[in-house]
Each structure stands twice: as structure tokens, then as C-alpha cells.
């Protein structure tokens, strides 16, 4: 029983119907065969629904559940294949991270470096920290960005009553989130498959005068050492007096 006088109604069809006494709302429900449901307490006036209240508690009983076993799974995303990725890219990343973590997921944002970028991992540490920034209103930092080989990683924790509170307001403008994570994690699965697909390719980066320095270093190493027992101590001065290698 709703003994608040007057209230915020949204309708049935998730319309704002604005402040409108708690006798009108009920009668306007009974019209429609739902009920009258009180969404946001807290707030002055209260915020009210038109809905089937059996549905709203089913389907509300199955995110919990759905929430209890998948929860706080440790959900990961990956920049690209280097630095180089598009800005708009990045935001696609963003916004993806942020889905995962209002559904209550953790996120590790991975950071890769190809060729001579490991020489400016400060970018990417920016990078990530830019990204704490523009998500550190539905998350906190679980571990901050590090370095792990070729790569720095940043994972963030959501954080529950930020969430809370933007879900709250989403439930009072009539925008409750309906999200569906299989879709996102299918999305976030090919980016990350296609990033993988050239994660090996070391010349990424470097000039055509480093690659062939490189290659010539990789065919020398492959040969292994020279065995000095077969060496003619005689030919081994010659050929340093004639320069050769």
C-alpha cells in the first residue's frame, strides 16, 4: 500500500506521467489491469510504476539468480594489437567495460606493444589511467596498471553503490537497463580473437633497415657459436687484417 501523497508516475508503456496523486495512479492502474509499484522510495516524491507486480518479482528473482552464479566473473578486453588503436575504438572498449561492470563483472583492460612501442610504454600506461578516469563512475581500481611482458594490464572492480544509484536514476527516467551480456561477450570475443590473430608478428614497428638487422641476427643465432677447435689460428689473423666476419 502506497500511503504517500502525491507521487511520480511513470506508466505502463515506461512513460514520465509526472507528479500526480496516489488515488489517480491506482485508479489509472486498475484501468490497465497492473498494479501500482513503488520502484524508488528515497526520493521526495516517491517514484512509482504501472506494471504487472508478479512479472516485475519473477523476472527479478531470475537476475538475482542469474546474478549469484555469474557474477563477479573476471571479464577481459583487449586494446588492439598496439598502441596505434583508433580512439574510436578505445571508446567502443570503454563502453563495452562499462556494460560489464554495471552487470557487476570485474574488467582487466590489457595495453599491447609491438616492435620499438615498448620503448614508450608510458603511452600506454596513460592510456589505461585515462580510462580509470572516464569509468570511475560505476568502477574502482582493483589493480593498477603493470607491466606483464609485452603488455601492461589494468583490472577494475565495479563499484556496487555508485551503480546503485545510477540504476536507481535509470529507474526513475523509465530506463531500465535490459542487458544482454551474451551478445556483448560474443562482441568482446572477436575483438579479442582478432587481436590475437597477429600477436606474433615482431617486425610490427620497425624500419626496413631494423627488420633486415633483426633477421640477420635471428639466421646468425640459429647457426649457434662458431666451434674455434676447427679455426686455423693462421686464417683467423688473416681475416681480421682483410676485415672479414
Known amino acids: 500500500m502506497i500511503r504517500i501523497s502525491p507521487i511520480r508516475l511513470i506508466d505502463e508503456n515506461g512513460e514520465q506521467r509526472g507528479v500526480v496523486e496516489t488515488s489517480e495512479a491506482m485508479r489509472m492502474a486498475q484501468a490497465a489491469g497492473l498494479d501500482l509499484?513503488?520502484?524508488v522510495a528515497d526520493s521526495r516524491p516517491p517514484v512509482c510504476k504501472?506494471?504487472?507486480?508478479?512479472?516485475?518479482?519473477y523476472e527479478q528473482s531470475k537476475k538475482e539468480a542469474k546474478s549469484r552464479t555469474?557474477?563477479?566473473e573476471l571479464k577481459e578486453i583487449r586494446l588492439g594489437r598496439s598502441i596505434k588503436i583508433d580512439p574510436h575504438d578505445v571508446q567502443i572498449r570503454v563502453d563495452q567495460a562499462r556494460r560489464f561492470l554495471m552487470a557487476g563483472h570485474k574488467v582487466q583492460i590489457t595495453q599491447r606493444f609491438r616492435g620499438r612501442e615498448m620503448m614508450h610504454k608510458q603511452l600506454g600506461e596513460e592510456r589505461l589511467l585515462q580510462i580509470c578516469q572516464d569509468l570511475s563512475d560505476v568502477a574502482k581500481i582493483d589493480v593498477a596498471p603493470?607491466?606483464?611482458g609485452r603488455s601492461i594490464t589494468l583490472v577494475l572492480s565495479p563499484d556496487k553503490d555508485k551503480i546503485k544509484t545510477i540504476?536507481?536514476?535509470?529507474e526513475q527516467e523509465g530506463k531500465a537497463m535490459e542487458e544482454d551480456?551474451?551478445?556483448l561477450e560474443a562482441q568482446v570475443a572477436a575483438q579479442n580473437a582478432e587481436d590475437e590473430g597477429d600477436e606474433h608478428d615482431e617486425y610490427e614497428g620497425l624500419t626496413e633497415?631494423?627488420?633486415m638487422e633483426k633477421k640477420k641476427e635471428e639466421k646468425k643465432a640459429k647457426r649457434g657459436p662458431k666451434d674455434d677447435r676447427a679455426n686455423n689460428p693462421v686464417d683467423d689473423e688473416v681475416a681480421?687484417?682483410?676485415g672479414e666476419i
Open 37 to 39: 509499484v513503488e520502484v
Open 50 to 57: 504501472i506494471m504487472d507486480y508478479g512479472k516485475h518479482k
Open 70 to 72: 555469474h557474477g563477479n
Open 146 to 148: 603493470k607491466g606483464m
Open 167 to 170: 540504476k536507481a536514476k535509470l
Open 181 to 183: 551480456l551474451e551478445a
Open 209 to 211: 633497415e631494423e627488420k
Open 240 to 242: 681480421d687484417l682483410l
